[in-house]
């Protein structure tokens, strides 16, 4: 990659991480009448509307994984869809979504240790206070405030721990994504996500609670269900593998803050609560961040882009 060319993989990741941010929109609405596991249930219903044709025309490519990669794709499934969707929905549930979004902002920790051991990525020193910044400029954007964390009401507390192992699983999820990436199709491998996803997902709910709140939820908010399936969890997906292709994990990791801040506007645009000075300081914070190590990325890759997979799986 040339020296100053721009690298648009980090603006796709960034994208499909704003469009996990529309979750605001529709996620609360189903709390009221469906368990967590419910309703993350019901999500991958949907979207094995998608996944099982994904899977299909991907078959020739998964023949040739390996065991390890079956492997990386159970965690992917299980962790970063199935456990992880879980316990963000959960912490929606018993505390307030701010922090839970806040703390999603530990991912980038998470992703950068596990890139660095298991995919060899070298971190530049001019990484590191790009990386303050883009912490900053999240703290500020969810939090409206440096308040430390230790000193948040203890209503907070439990859902700061289903947050913090939601962004422990997609941390992970980022960085086995782009290990894969280099022999599965970006579409192909977003349909294994949600697929592999399922059983794990139905062996959480039917034993405890059967259909019933599932399908509670098709009857009673069919619209919400299919709307926080396709946006956040299809579109948004297919965005970020597309854009994983040419990113490293550890820049990819910072693009994802851009999650935050399209629940902000969510937030404002259906609950009525405006944005602080503070939250806009931080929004610009973590842009001027994001564009610099796009740049950066694009400089100083080490590698070559992952290759992307075989085309036989593409959709015609």
């Not at 019933?212 to 948004?236: D, E, I, K, R």
């Amino acid at each position: 990659m040339k020296r100053g060319a721009f690298n648009w993989g980090v603006v796709l990741v960034a994208l499909g991480a704003a469009m996990w941010g529309m979750d605001a929109r529709w996620r609360p609405v189903l709390l009221p009448i469906m368990s967590s596991q419910a309703i993350v249930f019901a999500e991958h219903i949907v979207l094995a509307l998608y996944s099982i044709p994904a899977v299909v025309l991907g078959w020739p490519v998964l023949q040739r994984l390996r065991l390890v990669q079956w492997g990386a794709l159970l965690l992917i499934g299980w962790g970063a869809s199935g456990l992880a969707t879980v316990l963000f929905t959960e912490g929606f549930r018993v505390g307030d979504p701010t922090t839970v979004i806040l703390l999603q902002k530990a991912q980038p920790i998470f992703a950068i240790v596990l890139a660095r051991l298991a995919l060899g990525e070298r971190l530049t020193p001019i990484y590191w206070p790009f990386f303050g910044l883009a912490m900053v400029g999240a703290y500020l954007g969810a939090f409206s405030s440096l308040e430390p964390f230790w000193r948040l009401p203890q209503a907070a507390v439990a859902a700061a721990l289903y947050a913090l192992g939601a962004a422990l699983l997609w941390g992970a999820g980022t960085v086995l994504g782009r290990f894969m990436l280099a022999d599965v199709p970006f579409h192909t491998l977003t349909g294994l996500r949600f697929l592999v996803a399922l059983p794990f997902l139905a062996a959480l709910v039917l034993p405890q609670e059967g259909l019933n709140s599932t399908v509670a939820g098709f009857v009673q908010q069919p619209v919400s269900l299919v709307m926080v399936a396709l946006v956040p969890g299809l579109l948004g997906l297919l965005l970020y593998y597309r854009g994983l292709l040419r990113t490293r994990a550890s820049v990819a990791t910072l693009a994802e803050l851009a999650f935050p801040f399209t629940a902000i506007i969510v937030g404002w645009l259906y609950l009525g609560r405006l944005p602080t000075p503070t939250q806009f300081v931080g929004f610009a914070l973590l842009w001027i961040a994001l564009l610099a190590l796009s740049r950066l990325d694009a400089a100083q890759q080490p590698t070559q882009p992952v290759a992307p997979a075989s085309p036989v799986a593409t959709p015609s």
